[in-house]
């Protein structure tokens, strides 16, 4: 009978331990959500072109807001017909994007001979803001002149020159 008795009495002891780790026990729930946005986008308006050049050994500098300059003894661009690369990048209204470049320099050719183009650089420059969901992007370069006089005549060009990359931040 003692036995019994203390058989019960240890199981009512247990229970009423394990059951006070069970009211002393918490929760917190929490919510799921998502926001879908717009994808971000890139399109190409313009090419960078660096105009029609005399034979000379330097440099021609379109910057991105489609200034140009030269330098070196004899180098003159003749036309004004140049332009800054242009881009539209299109995305969720207000967000930021990073804006990166492929590895510079790269090579213009005629088909046989080469120019060297490298510096590149942005409008804006490094990050940009998508206000209304749009902004317009610019890139300009320097094109080396390395032949000089004797830099054959031609048009040179590379059709998958520079790419530009946008990512969301």
């Known amino acids: 009978?003692?036995?019994r008795f203390f058989r019960i009495l240890g199981m009512a002891i247990a229970m009423v331990a394990f059951s006070a780790n069970v009211f002393g026990q918490n929760f917190a729930t929490s919510a799921a959500s998502a926001r879908i946005i717009a994808p971000i986008a890139i399109s190409k308006s313009a090419d960078l072109h660096f105009g029609t050049i005399t034979k000379a050994a330097g440099t021609v500098t379109v910057t991105?807001?489609?200034g140009r300059s030269t330098t070196g003894p004899g180098l003159s661009a003749l036309l004004p017909l140049h332009s800054?690369?242009?881009f539209t990048v299109t995305g969720e209204t207000g967000f930021t994007y990073t804006i990166s470049l492929s590895a510079g320099p790269i090579t213009i050719t005629?088909?046989?001979n080469t120019m060297s183009v490298d510096g590149f650089t942005t409008t804006p420059n490094g990050t940009g803001t998508l206000t209304g969901g749009t902004q317009a992007?610019?890139?300009g370069?320097?094109?080396t002149v390395t032949g000089g006089a004797a830099q054959p005549s031609g048009l040179y060009t590379n059709?998958?020159?520079v790419t530009v990359t946008v990512n969301y931040n």
Request: charged share 10%; net charge neutral.
């Open 159 to 161: 059709a998958n020159a």
């Open 64 to 66: 991105p807001a489609g």
């Open 141 to 143: 370069a320097t094109l």
């Open 84 to 86: 800054a690369a242009a």
């Open 137 to 139: 992007l610019t890139l």
């Open 1 to 3: 009978m003692k036995t």
């Open 110 to 112: 005629d088909g046989t």
